[in-house]
């Protein structure tokens, strides 16, 4: 059976569906949105589908490379964002959490990484790889969802201080960036945080060792608590917020990549 078919049908149907949202964008029809809300659906299950067989076909985790874990966020962010967009009516993010998405899948589709499914170093051979991973993912992608809602709530406070309308409303935008940070930050703390250090343990025996990945997750972490700290217990909101969100986003990202191409530790083989 070719995965690639599935990995490929799921990355054409997300193309198809940002082409949806952006159309309700411009048109403001409400049946577009839904549309496309309901393609990136069928995406993510035949997404579903292909990461099950990638899993049996290669007998560890489907996201033990940079091609696998790039496919794995990409499917974590179009959940992410279904849940927040269900839980929340608000679809006008979609056009842009969808580009995410698709440029997710292209570099993972791009020859700059290997689709081989490769053996297991020992170190990888473990259940915990399943935890940490899998749930530092699905923390991101909901940082990948505030990324969005706070880069266009900047937006919107740009147009606000010009005079200029704009359909989209600043005070929602900060709400859904809060509630999907509240969402992440748990789940990136467990992941991250918690599974990483009792597979650090087992592995290597230690629970920290200052590792690269470790001290730059560790930021990340920090960036995030700074966000709901200052939401929760200073009372910010909008701008300062929206600026932190966009950083922690921006950190986690270099923390996923930069780590990995720039600076050599532990977690190097991934």
Known sequence: MNISLYFLGSFLIYILSTAFYYGYLFSQK???ARIGSATAGVGLIIHTLALILRTFQSGHAPFTNMYESLS????????????VEKKYAFKKAGPFLMLIVIALMALASSPLMSSEATPLVPALQSYWLWLH?????LGEAFFAVAFVTSILYLYVR?????GASSPLSAQKLDFIS???IALGFPLFTLGGLVFGM?????AWG??????PKETWTLITWFVFALYLHTRIVWRWRGFRSALI???GFLTAMFTYFGVNYLITGLHSYT
């Open 30 to 32: 409400n049946k577009l």
């Open 133 to 137: 991973v899998s749930v530092t993912l």
């Open 72 to 83: 794995f966020l990409a499917w974590s962010s179009v959940l992410a964002y279904l849940i």
């Open 178 to 180: 809060y509630r999907a």
């Open 206 to 211: 230690s629970y920290w060792s200052w590792d």
């Open 245 to 247: 969100a966009v950083l």
């Open 158 to 162: 740009s147009k606000d201080k010009r």
């Open 198 to 202: 009792i597979w650090a343990y087992k």
